[in-house]
């Protein structure tokens, strides 16, 4: 498929994911958001990790307000279950790691498009904003779902009310991303981030995906047993064995994803 608002490179095993709308500050449009989930279907099966990243300044301003499809009446409930929510849940069900390299600003649905990644790595200078109060929305595209999950209720709580930015190095201090980097290193730190996620163990890693997202809705006893079977099945992977022989040996394991 031919992409019009995105970019997608897959090159040793690796996707990257561009949204390509740098004059727009790569605001979601419809036709954006149908691209970024056919292009996250395709990667999925194409590749063993995939990162999504903004082109120019912006990671993504959220919904282009003046998108042909926005104008007019708004159909906000249609909008968000027939566009966003296939988008959101092709990248929070994604079977191989997801990073979101976070280049710039990151507002609105483009800031919970950020946090629906399994990572989030952002560069110093980007912020994330939770703007829908300054117009009389609550926050969408995942936000109310991921914000308490990532940094606590109270938190949560003020960026929704409040509507401030976020500086990345705040952040990264309050648990809502991984980790922001100093900008002259970004790019070459969620690259080799991105890298190692690539040439890892990605059955191992999508266990560890399923597991953690599961342990909120399970007592202990549950998730032991989640834990049990699901690193029975580990157990019984090709890098499983790769990986004990490689340790044994003092050499870095070559997985095969399988």
């Given amino acids: ?6 970019l997608l490179d897959i090159t040793n095993g690796l996707a990257v994911l561009t949204l390509n709308r740098p004059d727009k500050m790569n605001a979601l449009t419809t036709q954006m958001r149908a691209e970024i989930t056919h292009a996250m279907k395709f990667a999925a099966n194409h590749a063993r990790c995939i990162v999504m990243t903004g082109a120019g300044s912006a990671f ?9 499809s926005s104008t007019g009446k708004i159909d906000l409930e249609r909008s968000l279950r027939d566009e966003y929510e296939p988008m959101l849940e092709t990248i929070h069900n994604s079977p191989v790691p997801t990073i979101a390299a976070v280049n710039g600003p990151a507002a609105g649905a483009g800031a919970n498009l950020a946090l629906c990644a ?14 829908f109060a300054r117009i009389g929305l609550l926050p969408d595209a995942g936000g109310t779902w991921f914000m308490p999950r990532q940094m606590g209720l109270a938190k949560a709580m003020g960026a929704a009310l409040f509507a401030d930015k976020i500086s990345a190095r705040q952040a990264d201090e309050w648990g809502l991303i ?38 909120y809705e ?3 006893p549950q998730q032991l047993e989640t834990e049990a079977h699901l690193q029975g099945e ?5 890098d499983f064995a790769e990986g004990v022989v490689a340790f044994l040996e003092k050499r870095p394991a070559k997985f095969e994803g399988r």
């Fill in 234 to 238: 580990c157990g019984r992977s090709r």
């Fill in 60 to 68: 993504c301003s959220g919904q282009d307000l003046g998108d042909a």
């Fill in 1 to 6: 498929m031919d992409y019009e608002t995105v």
């Fill in 118 to 131: 399994d990572v989030v790595i952002a560069t110093e200078s980007a912020y994330f904003l939770q703007a």
């Fill in 178 to 215: 991984w980790e922001a980097v100093a900008d002259d290193a970004f790019a070459d730190h969620w690259r080799k981030r991105a890298e190692y996620l690539a040439k890892g163990p990605t059955a191992g890693f999508g266990a560890i995906k399923q597991a953690l997202r599961g342990t």
């Fill in 218 to 220: 399970k007592t202990l």
